[in-house]
Nanobody, 120 residues
Framework: QMQLVESGGGLVHAGGSLTLSCAAS????????MGWFRQAPGKGREFVAA????????YYADSVKGRFTISRLNAKNSVYLQMNSLKPEDTAVYYC?????????????WGQGTQVAVSS
């Protein structure tokens, strides 16, 4: 089993920035593709970004491309999501995910989520 704990959520004005962090434990972190997903009120959970085990390859949803950056630090068992130029439509609960399957975006392990609210 793998445990994922997110932090860094909060309330920010439109145009602002936030950085989410996810700390992993319980399984060999560096073996997994990691990702971030989000779920807005009344909507389904959607893919946001993913990063392969080496950090070389990253993938983004079109809605966040150019504004969000995913990164990881295997030595710290951590993955990050830098979010810039935030918009009200980015408001959602953001979930860290491990063992992400590329293209299908199936997920092996989920964190508990952290709330991001963007005011207009």
């Amino acid at each position: 089993q793998m445990q994922l704990v997110e932090s860094g959520g909060g309330l920010v004005h439109a145009g602002g920035s936030l950085t989410l962090s996810c700390a992993a434990s319980g399984r060999p972190f560096s073996a997994y593709t990691m990702g971030w997903f989000r779920q807005a009120p009344g909507k389904g959970r959607e893919f946001v970004a993913a990063i392969t085990w080496s950090g070389v390859n990253t993938y983004y949803a079109d809605s966040v491309k150019g504004r969000f950056t995913i990164s990881r630090l295997n030595a710290k068992n951590s993955v990050y999501l830098q979010m810039n130029s935030l918009k009200p439509e980015d408001t959602a609960v953001y979930y860290c995910a491990a063992d992400v399957t590329l293209n299908t975006w199936a997920v092996g392990y989920w964190g508990q989520g952290t709330q991001v609210a963007v005011s207009s």
